[in-house]
């Protein structure tokens, strides 16, 4: 069967190269259209019209009365009415199609989708969560809503029972998300899954760094000789980067001058304050909280060891991948999709409370930084390339010509 069209949405803003699901939206985007992999597809993302809530006030009421979770579920419905408005005015331009694809990166797009085509059978949600919505949730604003949880339960498995197929960027997210919510469990078992792992290109020549604290950092650790940390994360309960300072406290033992370079703000970044402190690594942190251009990252990795990241819960970052790609060393709590980058003894994994142990055989393999640096970067260029991610999106909406309208 040759299809009219393909189409993949994303309700969010076109940020280009970032992470997200709008990150890999434009990846896939820019790599079909270079590479013609995939006829007749077209990307949506959100337009970007709408300001953001940048009054602190307005933020922290909104923070207060998150405990309640009642005025999430006035913001979910709102944001749910927006999509709505953004697929119609779609659907009025493009004249969608039954026999069409329809691919989306979010829960907001797919809703949207169905109550403008109730009845259209080839829709498929590529699901980028941490777990469920409520989780991810929950991690982001450090809080708790049994009424917020119930909707967004409600909600995920509307979508998710009216979808064809449901896509996950690793087996491991597809396991983190049952393990944290078994309700989806018997739903996923009747659907056709698939799994794309996210992909990434590094450039052969990064461009020049912009930010200024970005240079003074790589101008810290450059020329040393002692090993260096990396973890760059929204810092939240699911990402786990406040586990990390326990871990490097077995390696400061040994190597006094080590440097931890952190990327990233958030809820947690108290709490990472506190860990910092509490193991007396306030010396070996360089930490950036503002924003910086994903190019700066890649830099910094360029001047990196080990990219640590300790997450309580994971799917499959898109940093590690960028990591790996430049030569960092993952050492990585074993969860979710985590172990999927680690598959020729390239890195470590940690289990719970196994800091010790793992800071030890990192240790005693820091002479093998060189080689096992360009295993990864091997690894990441045959395994997790953009090329690879299109070309298993292409595979999926292949899988589509078996399916009856």
């Known amino acids: ?16 190269n970032i992470g997200g699901s709008g990150g890999v939206n434009y990846k896939l985007m820019a790599a079909n259209e270079s590479l013609k992999l995939i006829s007749g597809l077209t990307h949506f993302f959100r337009e970007d019209t709408e300001g953001k809530i940048n009054n602190k006030g307005i933020q922290h009421k909104l923070m207060f009365l998150r405990k309640f979770g009642s005025i999430d579920i006035v913001l979910k419905k ?7 408005k953004w697929m119609e005015n779609l659907d009025a331009n493009n004249c969608f199609e039954p026999e069409d ?27 980028h969560q941490q777990g469920s919505l ?31 197929a449901i896509g996950f960027p690793s087996k491991g997210a597809r396991d983190v998300l049952i393990e944290h919510n078994k309700y989806v469990k018997e739903l996923l078992d009747k659907k056709k899954s698939f799994v794309l792992y996210n992909g990434v290109d590094i450039p052969e020549i990064l461009p020049m760094v912009k930010s200024e604290k970005v240079k003074e950092a790589i101008n810290r650790i450059k020329n040393v000789e002692e090993p260096i940390f990396i973890s760059v994360s929204n810092l939240n309960y699911a990402k786990g980067v406040d586990q990390i300072p326990k871990y490097l406290m077995h390696m400061r033992k040994k190597h006094q001058k080590f440097f931890w370079v952190i990327v990233g703000d958030g809820v947690m970044s108290e709490s990472l304050c506190n860990e910092i402190a509490a193991n007396k690594i306030e010396e070996n942190v360089i930490w950036l909280k503002s924003k910086i251009p994903n190019t700066d990252i890649l830099n910094l990795f360029k001047y990196g060891d080990y990219y640590i ?46 800091y010790k142990s793992v800071a030890e055989s990192v240790d005693n393999t820091l002479d093998l930084i060189p080689s096992l640096s360009l295993l990864n970067k091997k690894i990441q260029c045959d395994n997790f390339s953009v090329l690879s991610m299109l070309k298993r999106y292409k595979e999926m909406i292949e899988s589509l010509d078996d399916l009856t309208i």
């Open 309 to 354: 990241m300790l997450h309580r819960w994971s799917i499959f970052d898109l940093a590690t991948l960028e990591a790996m790609g430049l030569g960092c060393i993952p050492i990585l709590s074993n969860t979710g999709g985590n172990p999927e980058v680690i598959i020729e003894n390239n890195g470590f994994l940690v289990d719970s409370e196994d």
């Open 1 to 16: 069967m040759i299809f009219m069209s393909t189409y993949m949405f994303s309700f969010r803003y076109n940020r280009g």
């Open 101 to 127: 694809v329809y691919i989306f990166h979010d829960i907001e797009g797919a809703y949207a989708f169905f109550r403008v085509h109730p009845d259209y059978k080839k829709v498929m949600l590529v699901y």
């Open 78 to 84: 709102y944001l749910l009415n927006k999509a709505i």
């Open 134 to 164: 409520y989780d991810e949730w929950s991690a982001s604003f450090n809080v708790h809503s049994r009424c917020y949880k119930n909707y967004l339960n409600k909600l995920l498995l509307d979508i998710f029972s009216k979808c064809y």
